[in-house]
């Protein structure tokens, strides 16, 4: 699925589509997460492409009056197209512009593209907490959305409403690095382990995007394909192999219906 750090590179790598024109939204199939609208897509049609910027796992086209929304869900994948090539399964959405064709293809079909005309209130957006990489998401505000809380910090970090952009992948990872299990409650977290926490969360996407923007350049040279790359973990995915540093088994857990990957002995 991709996270934060693979939407922030598909974000990057459609900087080139900034200052072309709109010239049409064709959609092959509507039935994403979200049906979508063709008439509503093409609403403005013409319109210059402003900007192009991310908002938790959103990328967001800015026109001239609205916003097209993409989300790409659990397997969705943009390719950047600067001729039109055949079709291949699941290539449901094209976003045609001047110079580039920006082709949305979602084989489980959990992502969306949406028109919007506001970003604040608006519904497919939701309740959104800071982004993680900003300067408002600080330890003081970590604690205090956490300390009242009876829930497992991990599931905390997840809730968008808190911080946005913390998956599975990234949680596992920065509570891994801070030395602290999933399992604790909010309650029991202290102000100086908020400030470990909240750094190595940035820690850990910072590197994410990092490593991404580079393999991103040899995969789009060949594919020209934006979207995933691999990474080592140190515990995610990793039950039952040896912790990296201690040598204790990983521990896999369910924690909110998400698999949980830690180090019993590393975290507590
Ligand atoms: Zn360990």
Do not use: W
Not at 19 to 29: E, S, Y
Request: positive net charge; glycine residues 6%; charged residues 25%.
């Amino acid at each position: 699925m991709p996270e934060l750090p693979e939407v922030e590179t598909v974000k990057n790598g459609l900087q080139e589509l900034c200052g072309t024109t709109l010239k049409a939204v064709i959609v092959r199939f509507p039935r994403l997460r979200y049906p979508l609208d063709e008439p509503l897509l093409n609403q403005e049609v013409g319109s210059k492409i402003l900007k192009i910027s991310r908002r938790a796992k959103y990328v967001i086209i800015h026109l001239e009056r609205g916003y097209l929304l993409i989300h790409l869900g659990m397997s969705g994948r943009i390719t950047l197209l600067k001729k039109n090539i055949p079709l291949q399964k699941h290539d449901h959405v094209d976003i045609i512009c001047n110079d580039f064709i920006l082709r949305y293809n979602d084989p489980r079909r959990f992502g969306c593209v949406v028109y919007a005309t506001e970003l604040e209130n608006n519904p497919i957006l939701g309740k959104l907490g800071p982004e993680p990489l900003e300067q408002d998401f600080t330890s003081d505000y970590l604690y205090q959305k956490v300390k009242t809380r009876k829930t497992a910090i991990k599931q905390l970090i997840m809730d968008n409403a808190i911080v946005v952009g913390v998956g599975n992948i990234y949680a596992c990872e920065s509570l891994f690095l801070s030395k602290i299990s999933p399992l604790r409650l909010g309650e029991n977290i202290t102000l100086l382990e908020c400030q470990v926490l909240v750094k190595n969360i940035k820690k850990v996407l910072n590197e994410a995007i990092a490593a991404g923007g580079s393999s991103l350049r040899d995969y789009k040279n060949a594919q020209g394909e934006l979207g995933y790359f691999q990474q080592s973990h140190n515990v995610y995915g990793r039950a039952k192999k040896s912790c990296r540093i201690c040598e204790s088994i990983i521990r896999e857990i369910r924690l909110g219906q998400r698999n949980s990957f830690y180090c019993p002995q590393c975290q507590s």
